[in-house]
């Protein structure tokens, strides 16, 4: 994996680690003490899926961009 890829694929997990520390407090603090933990066990899997697959889609955009520019280099160097 090149630089690049590194450098996007560690901003995104950031992102979406702030992203999902802020969505789990506002769940907790709702919820109350009560059910807490369970519910914060559901909202720590749903919000990790969620980062998981934002994180991939955004790398396959990435990569289709990559791979669209470089055919039209090529494609323009050759003509």
Request: net charge positive; charged share 35%; aromatic share 2%.
């Amino acid at each position: 994996m090149g630089k690049i890829a590194k450098k996007i694929l560690m901003k995104g997990k950031d992102a979406a680690r702030g992203a999902y520390e802020k969505v789990e407090t506002r769940v907790l603090v709702a919820e109350g003490r009560k059910a807490m933990k369970g519910k914060a066990r559901t909202v720590a899997k749903v919000s990790q899926k969620a980062a998981k697959t934002g994180l991939i889609v955004g790398a396959l955009a990435a990569a289709g961009v990559v791979l669209r520019e470089v055919r039209k280099r090529r494609k323009l160097d050759r003509g």
